[in-house]
T-cell receptor, first 116, second 113 residues
Framework: NAGVTQTPKFRVLKTGQSMTLLCAQD?????MYWYRQDPGMGLRLIHY???????AKGEVPDGYNVSRLKKQNFLLGLESAAPSQTSVYFC???????????????FGNGTRLTVT | GENVEQHPSTLSVQEGDSAVIKCTYSDSASNYFPWYKQELGKRPQLIID?????GEKKDQRIAVTLNKTAKHFSLHITETQPEDSAVYFC????????????FGSGTQLTVLP
């Protein structure tokens, strides 16, 4: 049981290049999320998915796209990278939960992306 | 949407002392409040959580209190140890529309030996 696995761990891009970050979870979680973490700003939600084939925008979606073709995978794409997208990206997953039994987020180890 | 403010941004305490981190939230419908600990270079991990129908929850040296009327919740760490040094994030889960956690900006806790 690996939990949430992110690839790659590190990446350096030039402005304008594209890339895809892969997140895979083996816990059969319905919900998956992509966050970015910047110094002094906590974790901000980029996009999320409440099930296979569905995605939705979070707090900071501009410049990113996502896909959830399979329940266990959630892909984050950068079509044309910008220096402002330099950040640490975390994927997370959870069960939907209810008001009385909310499910905590399980995070991956993160991807450190630098855009020059 | 929900807005979570966290204070202080940095906190230094002597080993053995207590540490308190406070968060306020804006959405009165929020009903779930987890706390995450993130050690340097690692992933955030849940350390304790509390639901809106409970005022206080304790797990060994860690406790969380919730004041729904004032819309604030706090993390209390007693008998701090060097391994408690980390960044701590609070979060709140709004009732609607989708169940997305909103995080505070984090507190860097340093426990001095």
């Amino acid at each position: 049981n690996a939990g949430v696995t992110q690839t790659p761990k590190f990446r350096v891009l030039k402005t304008g290049q594209s890339m895809t970050l892969l997140c895979a979870q083996d816990m059969n979680h319905e919900y998956m999320y992509w966050y970015r973490q910047d110094p002094g700003m906590g974790l901000r939600l980029i996009h999320y998915s409440v099930g296979e084939g569905t995605t939705a925008k979070g707090e900071v979606p501009d410049g990113y796209n996502v896909s959830r073709l399979k329940k266990q995978n959630f892909l984050l794409g950068l079509e044309s990278a910008a220096p402002s997208q330099t950040s640490v990206y975390f994927c997370a997953s959870s069960y939907p939960g209810t008001a009385l039994s909310d499910s905590p987020l399980h995070f991956g180890n993160g991807t450190r992306l630098t855009v020059t | 949407g929900e807005n979570v403010e966290q204070h202080p941004s940095t906190l230094s305490v002597q080993e053995g002392d207590s540490a308190v981190i406070k968060c306020t939230y804006s959405d009165s419908a929020s009903n779930y409040f987890p706390w995450y600990k993130q050690e340097l270079g690692k992933r955030p991990q849940l350390i304790i959580d509390i639901r809106s129908n409970v005022g206080e929850k304790k797990d060994q040296r860690i406790a969380v209190t919730l004041n729904k009327t004032a819309k604030h919740f706090s993390l209390h760490i007693t008998e701090t140890q060097p391994e408690d040094s980390a960044v701590y994030f609070c979060a709140a889960l709004p009732g609607v529309p989708a169940r997305q956690l909103t995080f505070g900006s984090g507190t860097q806790l340093t426990v001095l030996p």
